[in-house]
């Protein structure tokens, strides 16, 4: 349901345009931000896997079409997971949007990720 | 029969003693913890050191890294609590230049902090930091390993369970690749069994690090509490942190292995020679005992001045007062200190005995026999050690100092200032005498208005010595020993 929170344009025209993480928060929730994730896995062990599992379940509920999932194989690029200083997989970066947040784990937690995501409230 | 019976039973002990296997270990490079530890760390295994913020322990696994590092064994060092620059600084003050290690590729670094502000949801485990260990291991070659404050890691986990098999797959992953690893964690003794006991099971040696303070002095300790397949000191040891790192205080040997006295050398006084039948015999124990201002200081020091003007070299470990207060007063009765200080043969050293601890005080001591080879040592006056903390400790530092000078052939001796005016009765309460070969004792006698010296040589193993008072007097010239 898109523009759920906002009242009609013309009570707000005089307010001053919202600036700041808190628009670009708001931004993502209203659906015009793409989420950009990478996902450190490790091999085909059982927590990744299911991380890719909730992690692609999760994207295609709350974020249909706005998206990006990149895989890191730590088995494959060790260097890469030393750079983004990755120790325990799954780990679960968020590129975009810049909300500095990690998540470690197989992210069963559904509504905890939601919520460290700000996604939570905004849609089914 | 019975020597027939004898070599048997010794020739079948040999035999088995060459089947038994002897367990591999590695050398720490800590001096001392290698002899508590029988020759050093189990290889291909872990080592588990555990203890309180600020014991030390941290120092200790990243010395035995360090040192890998410069005997061809790279290290990794795991930090999950300090930043990698932290500790970088903070060895280069011991004299560590660790980026230097780190180019030749002989250290790696892994700065393994877990971000504070990351949200667990759901089961993790520590694949990724193996792989990204094992990227490193094969890259150095790698042979010792040191996982910093693993405490940090184990807290994530919830479930006891989970971090037990977390550790085990770990330990799996070490003993596969056999590198000899050590793992430091976080233990308060007092609060208990620590949720980390588990860990003193799966460790095939651990180290429990200690910091205390008796009497207004702090120590450090270490005990190895267990150690398997090998045989280990089983006691306390003290250590401090030098300037080059951790020093563990030699531990003195079961057996007494002294150097036999060498030749006589002068006392500095031609009476006194001749009351020793010579002089003192080098490399033994000599102790000078007597009331305050008998002249015992003065005595030592001419000594001193003798054993100079022959081209040899001298310290004196001062705990009554500083090098030029001495000289001073030693100019008075005409002792001339200052040449031998200026050409380096005579070095003075001058400690407050409570500034710090008594493995400060040995370490300091044993490291200037190193650092100076001296052929003498005087310390001026034993009675004060007291000060360094207890008895114990005093008796700990005379008795240690006294076996090095010995096992270094250097003559050494010792003042003591006693209360009583009956010196002689001062001799048997300081408890070393069994390593004194000499005692010569100074008295102080009113006689009719005028205070009359007087020195006897109570003791003076092989030698054929005078056992009579003697009086003498101390003049412009220093001592004079009135002939017999």
Known sequence: ?124 | MAATAHRARANIATALRSTRRQLAKVRTGIAGLDDVLRGGLPAGRMTLLSGGAGSGKSLIAMQCALHGATIDEPSILVLFEERAGAVRQNVLSLGWDVPALERKKKLFLLDARINPEAVISGDFSIKGLLAVLDRQVKFLGARRIVFDAVDTLLRLYDDPARERQELNGLHEWLLDRQLTAIMTVKADPQEGPSRYSFLDFMADCVIHVDQRVTGQVTTRRLRVVKYRGSGYGRNEYPFIIGDNGINVIPITSGVLEHRAPGARVSSGQAGLDHMLAGGYKRGTGILIVGTAGAGKSTMACMFAEAACGRGERVLYINFEESAESMVDNMQSVGVRLQPSMDTGQLVVQSYLPEATGVEEHLLRALAALDELRPQHLIVDAISACERMGTTHAAFEYLMRVLDGCKQRGITCIYINQAIASDVVSEISGIGISSLIDTVIALRQLPVEGVTKRQLIVMKSRGSNHSDRFHDFRITDGGIEVAQA
């Open chain 1, 1 to 124: 349901m898109p523009h759920a929170g906002r009242r009609p344009a013309a009570i707000h025209a005089h307010r001053a345009p919202r600036t700041g993480a808190r628009a670009k928060t708001e931004s993502a929730a209203n659906g015009s931000e793409t989420y950009a994730f990478r996902l450190f896995v490790a091999g085909s062990e059982p927590n990744s896997t299911t991380a890719r599992h909730n992690l692609t379940r999760l994207c295609e509920q709350y974020l249909p079409g706005r998206h990006r999932i990149d895989i890191v194989d730590v088995f494959e690029s060790a260097a890469l997971a030393l750079k983004h200083h990755v120790l325990v997989t799954p780990t679960l970066i968020v590129l975009k949007p810049r909300l500095g947040v990690t998540l470690l784990g197989n992210l069963s937690e559904t509504r905890q990720v939601l919520a460290t995501l700000r996604l939570n409230g905004h849609g089914r």
